[in-house]
């Protein structure tokens, strides 16, 4: 498996081949959450189409393909020195504040290393607010800047398209000789748990269900992933869906691991 250098919430790495075996054979895929994109580095489609909402993070997958190794190499820079809550607070002001696209990059891949249990949340500000790692009462071992995965990264985006929109306008991309993988934020758990808020403009029901309706709608195959519950059974409803079972640890405790039941769902090209 090719793997990502990025730590992301609700990451695919664990259903990767499942996922995979439902999107091969298909010229084109389109990915519209790419998130850590470990999906879209493996997938075998010769041709693929990529976004998230997520500026800053297009912004770094844009600043790879452009610079390559002479942005890997200033961004190796800030992995090391010794590496400290003073320092993380510092740095992630300055993600906060700076207009430079490469040094917005950079800190990118230093927060996402150095950030508490690896999250990547928003305030209504647009500001990133996630908290240091670790624990003051523990010793922390430094982080290793993940060279190896970002180089690969590089070798293997090559002919991607990325694209800063919201899913709705890459569902316009797509025709027949497309598939779409689309894993959305998920609906929560319950009402006072889990994290769904990638981005400062959230995922509601209402998004949910004008996905459910761009996916019923789409000229080509579609594969969904999100979590079981009865409201994603309703809005997916004549859809194929498969039941899945996956080991999550993302909660709100950092030690805590979730066994999570999530769905697959396959829309094929025509209606049935
Ligand atoms: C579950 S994550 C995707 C994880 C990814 N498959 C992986 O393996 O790392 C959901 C992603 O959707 C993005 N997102 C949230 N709302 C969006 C929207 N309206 N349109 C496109 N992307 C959105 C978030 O920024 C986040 O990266």
């Given at each position: 498996?090719?793997?990502?250098?990025?730590?992301?919430?609700?990451?695919?790495?664990?259903?990767?081949?499942?996922?995979?075996?439902?999107?091969?054979?298909?010229?084109?895929?389109?990915?519209?959450?790419?998130?850590?994109?470990?999906?879209?580095?493996?997938?075998?489609?010769?041709?693929?189409?990529?976004?998230?909402?997520?500026?800053?993070?297009?912004?770094?997958?844009?600043?790879?393909?452009?610079?390559?190794?002479?942005?890997?190499?200033?961004?190796?820079?800030?992995?090391?020195?010794?590496?400290?809550?003073?320092?993380?607070?510092?740095?992630?002001?300055?993600?906060?504040?700076?207009?430079?696209?490469?040094?917005?990059?950079?800190?990118?891949?230093?927060?996402?290393?150095?950030?508490?249990?690896?999250?990547?949340?928003?305030?209504?500000?647009?500001?990133?607010?996630?908290?240091?790692?670790?624990?003051?009462?523990?010793?922390?071992?430094?982080?290793?800047?993940?060279?190896?995965?970002?180089?690969q990264f590089?070798?293997?985006?090559?002919?991607?398209?990325?694209?800063?929109?919201?899913?709705?306008?890459?569902?316009?991309?797509?025709?027949?000789?497309?598939?779409?993988?689309?894993?959305?934020?998920?609906?929560?758990?319950?009402?006072?748990?889990?994290?769904?808020?990638?981005?400062?403009?959230?995922?509601?029901?209402?998004?949910?269900?004008?996905?459910?309706?761009?996916?019923?709608?789409?000229?080509?195959?579609?594969?969904?992933s999100n979590?079981?519950?009865?409201?994603?059974?309703?809005?997916?409803?004549?859809?194929?869906?498969?039941?899945?079972s996956v080991?999550?640890?993302?909660?709100?405790?950092?030690?805590?691991?979730?066994?999570?039941?999530?769905?697959?769902?396959?829309?094929?090209?025509?209606?049935?």
């Amino acid at each position: 498996m090719n793997k990502s250098f990025l730590h992301w919430p609700g990451g695919k790495s664990r259903l990767l081949t499942y996922i995979l075996s439902h999107l091969d054979g298909h010229h084109i895929l389109i990915e519209p959450f790419a998130g850590s994109g470990v999906v879209f580095l493996n997938g075998n489609n010769p041709q693929k189409k990529v976004a998230d909402i997520n500026p800053d993070l297009i912004n770094l997958f844009q600043t790879l393909q452009n610079k390559g190794q002479a942005f890997i190499d200033e961004c190796e820079k800030l992995f090391i020195e010794e590496d400290n809550k003073e320092k993380y607070y510092s740095n992630r002001k300055l993600f906060n504040s700076t207009k430079n696209k490469e040094e917005k990059s950079a800190l990118f891949v230093y927060l996402n290393r150095h950030c508490y249990n690896g999250l990547w949340r928003y305030n209504a500000n647009g500001e990133f607010n996630v908290a240091y790692r670790g624990d003051p009462k523990e010793t922390l071992r430094q982080v290793n800047f993940p060279r190896d995965e970002i180089e690969q990264f590089c070798q293997l985006t090559k002919n991607v398209e990325f694209f800063c929109c919201s899913f709705e306008k890459m569902f316009e991309m797509a025709d027949e000789n497309c598939v779409i993988y689309a894993d959305p934020p998920y609906v929560p758990m319950n009402s006072t748990s889990n994290f769904t808020g990638y981005s400062k403009e959230g995922f509601g029901k209402e998004s949910q269900k004008t996905l459910a309706d761009h996916v019923r709608n789409a000229p080509c195959r579609v594969v969904v992933s999100n979590r079981d519950t009865e409201f994603i059974r309703e809005i997916y409803s004549g859809m194929k869906m498969i039941e899945l079972s996956v080991q999550r640890n993302i909660s709100c405790k950092g030690d805590k691991r979730l066994k999570d039941k999530e769905l697959l769902i396959v829309k094929e090209k025509y209606n049935e």
